[in-house]
């Protein structure tokens, strides 16, 4: 039997999914069972899952280890992967900016090469670029909000959500970037091999979408 395989994000998308999974007639048995497996397979629905780190998404999505995936699109933006985005979930949602200390709201930092604190340093050069400043990224891997509390960085490029992380570590968002919530990424070769059948996923996906209003952050 030839399974289609969904690539999971790990974390803060994983419950959503479900979610929304379920909503749309896709059973999630499998997933909602304690485990420490990475793939878990449907077989009545023919459906496989794989449960990746969410940075991972797409490369799995690319080679076509996974027909589709669900990913933030500050992680598309990032790897910036040959895939087709067919859905925005509206879930996850989110704001890339750049951030720093209340002070720089009235006084820019006008340094040349500032030094910038980020998680998502493709998303940041390509900003500061277009922008037509140069700067040094200095690459994290999380507790981004250090970054000028310490005088590691001038500023940051991160995600906010609710905002409590910059305010309780008294930072500010200076510029804003872009939106950000969940896609449904899916692999080039697989759409058209396996198109009747993730065309149909699609179209349930998106019949709950529609139904529940598309700006319901659910
Ligand atoms: C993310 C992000 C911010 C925080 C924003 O970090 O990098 O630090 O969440 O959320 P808020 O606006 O709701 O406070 P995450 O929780 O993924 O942890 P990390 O710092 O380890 O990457």
Do not use: W
Not at 133 to 148: A, H, R
Not at 165 to 189: F, H, K, M, P
């Amino acid at each position: 039997m030839s399974y289609l395989t969904i690539a999971l994000a790990k974390g803060r998308l994983a419950e959503r999914t479900v979610e929304l999974f379920e909503r749309a007639g896709i059973d999630c048995k499998a997933l909602k069972k304690p485990t420490r497996k990475l793939v878990l397979v449907d077989e009545d629905q023919g459906l496989k899952f794989i449960l990746v780190k969410p940075s991972d998404v797409p490369t799995y999505v690319e080679y076509g280890a996974a027909d589709l995936g669900i990913v933030g699109k500050d992680t598309l933006l990032e790897e910036s992967k040959p895939l087709y985005e067919m859905l925005d979930l509206g879930f996850g949602r989110c704001r890339m900016v750049v951030a720093g200390f209340p002070r720089h709201r009235t006084r820019p930092i006008t340094l040349a090469n500032k030094r910038v604190a980020t998680k998502y340093p493709n998303i940041a050069m390509n900003y500061f670029r277009a922008k037509g400043e140069t700067i040094e990224v200095i690459k994290l891997n999380g507790s981004v909000e250090l970054g000028p509390i310490v005088g590691l960085s001038d500023v940051i490029v991160d995600i906010v959500e609710t905002g409590n992380t910059l305010r309780e570590n008294g930072l500010v968002v200076l510029e804003e970037i872009c939106d950000i919530s969940a896609r449904l990424v899916v692999n080039r070769v697989s759409l058209k091999m396996e198109s009747s059948k993730i065309n149909n996923l699609i179209t349930r996906i998106d019949g709950v979408l529609k139904e529940e209003g598309n700006d319901r952050d659910y």
